[in-house]
Structures are given as C-alpha cells and as structure tokens.
C-alpha cells in the first residue's frame, strides 16, 4: 500500500455498529464468552477491594486456603488452588513477607514446609472476607437469592463435568 493509501486507509470512518446489537453479540451467543466478561467485572473489583488490605485475589486464596487447613504444603496449596508450583512459591512469599504465614518444616520431610496462619494473617483474612461479601453483596444486588443458590449450584456442575472430563478425555 502506498503512503498514500495508508494514510487514506487511517482516516476511514470506524465500521458502523447495526443498531440495538452489541459489537460482540456473536461472542454473546457462548457461556464461556459471557462467564468470561463477568469474571473479568468481578475479579477486578474484588482487586479493587483487596488491595487496600495488602492482598491480591491469589493472596486471599491462599491465605484462606492456608488458615482453613493448618499444615498444608506448599505444593498442597498450588494443587488446590490449581496454580504453577513455581506460582505458588511467589504467593506464599508474599504472604510470609508481612507476617500473615509461617513456614514450619516437615519433621519427616526436610524438604517440605507446613504452612500456618499467624493470628495477623487470619485477622486480615476475616477483613478481606467481610471487604468480599459486601463487594458480592453490591456486585449482585439485582439477582435474586435463590437464582445466585441455583447459579452457585450449576457452576459446581460445570466444575465438577469439567473436572471428570480432563480425566477421562
């Protein structure tokens, strides 16, 4: 193309949207596509909501992972919250760093460290929870309780379908 026509090409009025259909409404015709939108809407706000507590939406996964099953291994925790080891590492780090985990090691395993909440770190998790439920309290305000019991319900299903398919392809 010459510079001309490049430069011609530039200025070209951006292609018209058809009236009352969203640009993406070919997308919105998959669940994975939509979910995906919501998740995007959701994780972000939950950011929003963390960070003033110091936490980061994988922090506060582990960290409630780490407080609800005292002793867990660091490769427990990547396994459960089906992250990289290697991820995992950085986020346990995070959280030892202010003094939210310790790290005890395995009398039988030398290589392996136990993982315990400090009484700091499970403080911090009961604001950052109460900081969730009043973000997911805002976030779906409009849905009915018993069609967030029934959406809660159906997505187990998906994960659990999910799951039974990566083992048996």
Do not use: C
């Not at 950085?90 to 290589?111: K, Y």
């Amino acid at each position: 193309m010459t510079r001309r026509g490049a430069d011609a090409a530039s200025k070209a009025p951006a292609p018209r949207k058809p009236a009352g259909r969203p640009r993406d409404a070919r997308l919105q015709e998959h669940l994975g596509y939509v979910m995906k939108r919501v998740y995007s809407q959701i994780h972000s706000d939950a950011m929003r909501v963390l960070e003033p507590l110091g936490l980061r939406v994988s922090t506060y996964s582990a960290l409630a992972v780490i407080a609800d099953n005292p002793g867990l291994r660091q490769s427990q925790i990547a396994e459960e919250l089906s992250i990289e080891r290697s991820n995992a590492v950085l986020i346990i780090d995070a959280l030892e760093e202010p003094g939210w985990i310790t790290r005890n090691r395995v009398p039988t395993d030398r290589r392996s460290y136990a993982l315990e909440a400090t009484l700091a770190g499970r403080q911090v998790l009961e604001r950052a929870t109460e900081a969730l439920k009043a973000h997911e309290a805002r976030f779906f305000a409009g849905v009915e309780p018993a069609a967030l019991d029934q959406f809660a319900e159906t997505l187990q299903q998906i994960a659990r379908s999910a799951e039974e398919g990566e083992e048996n392809p």
